[in-house]
């Protein structure tokens, strides 16, 4: 397999003294580049979703250390406004606290900046470790679905569930990829579709209450998705209408594939009844682009993650490997705790 074929697109990009971030929510009429010069930029970044995806969150945190530390801001407030941006993904906790380790230890801006550029190859690695693992599990021919972004544009490159789909096409395992419209914020429409067309790999977008009637015509043998959060037994949160096509997927007989990073799993979260689920504005079910949709007077509620059981799940890749079902004890056995 070419580790390089359909894989073009890098949207975190350090320039030696501000961070480059590509963003999102102008995707796909326009490429518009946003320039962090400190902590409080990554931070709206980050809250306005201009940043998503639980690797690029955390590798874009990383920078905003950074940056504070070239600013000469107070490094403890900074990371304290990061921590808060978002509270569902857990790579932003874990990006803060390993560069929180290195600044105890006494490193300057010079060796912090070494750091986030560690976790961000590190990221790359893996995504492409763990596309290797995933694409082996998938028959040739077969056809995925997938829901929200999971690719480059939500990691360092690569994508964790898109790295598995970008892996799947160059091997021949992978013959139609199908996405997920993802609703309120059309991720899947506007990013997915997006990467996909982009790299030349063969994609059709579905209506999200689509799904299991897709399912149910024999279209789709794997549902691949990615994480914001693993917990201890292996209950994953992801974006909100990842459980249904779990249970679509159980019903049709299709399998059901999360993709993240180690540091996706959280083994001090004993199981998804633990896992925060972020509450976002009614405005963004209401409304379309800035143009409201729904009449004056309605409301809404918008959680933007949902809770997969692990029971529900055939197989959890990251880059230490697969976990078949996994279970508590599984989950202990790769990742202690």
């Given amino acids: 397999m070419n580790a390089n074929a359909h894989d073009s697109i890098r949207a975190v990009q350090w320039h030696g003294d501000y961070l480059s971030l590509l963003d999102q929510r102008k995707l796909p009429a326009q490429s518009v580049w946003i320039e962090c010069r400190n902590a409080s930029d990554v931070t709206m970044a980050i809250k306005d979703l201009a940043v998503r995806g639980a690797p690029a969150i955390g590798i874009a945190a ?18 304290a406004m990061l921590r808060a941006a978002r509270p569902t993904a857990v790579n932003l906790m874990w990006a803060l606290d390993r560069m929180k380790s290195r600044l105890d230890l006494g ?36 056809g995925v679905m997938t829901h929200c972004n ?3 544009l939500a990691t360092a490159g690569f994508g964790t569930a898109l790295g598995v789909i970008r892996a799947g096409v160059s091997a021949g395992r992978i013959a139609q990829v199908f996405a997920g419209e993802t609703r309120p914020w059309l991720q899947g429409a506007r990013l997915t579709m997006w990467e996909l067309v982009n790299d030349g790999i063969p994609a059709r977008l579905v209506a999200d209450s689509a799904a299991s009637h897709l399912m149910k015509s024999g279209a789709v043998q794997w549902v691949v998705v990615g994480a914001d959060r693993i917990a201890a037994n292996g209950d994953t949160a992801n974006k909100i209408g990842t459980y249904q096509l779990a249970i679509a997927a159980r019903h ?86």
């Fill in 62 to 79: 990383a920078w905003g250390v950074v940056l504070a530390a070239r600013g000469g801001e107070p490094l403890p407030a900074a990371m």
């Fill in 150 to 152: 999971t690719g480059s």
């Fill in 107 to 142: 490193a300057n801006a010079a060796a912090l900046q070494a750091e986030a550029q560690a976790i961000q190859d590190e990221d790359l690695a893996a995504n492409r470790r763990m596309g290797e693992f995933g694409a082996a599990l998938i028959t040739p021919g077969s």
């Fill in 252 to 337: 049709h007989g299709v399998k059901f594939m999360v993709v993240a990073p180690s540091t996706t799993v959280d083994m001090a979260t004993a199981d998804g009844d633990d896992i925060e689920i972020e509450l976002r504005e009614a405005t963004e079910l209401l409304s379309m682009s800035g143009t409201r949709t729904v009449v004056e007077g309605a409301d809404a509620w918008n959680p933007v993650f949902d809770v997969t059981p692990a029971a529900l799940i055939d197989a959890l890749v990251t880059e230490r490997g697969v976990i078949e079902h996994p279970d508590q004890a599984k989950m202990q056995a790769v990742f202690g705790g």
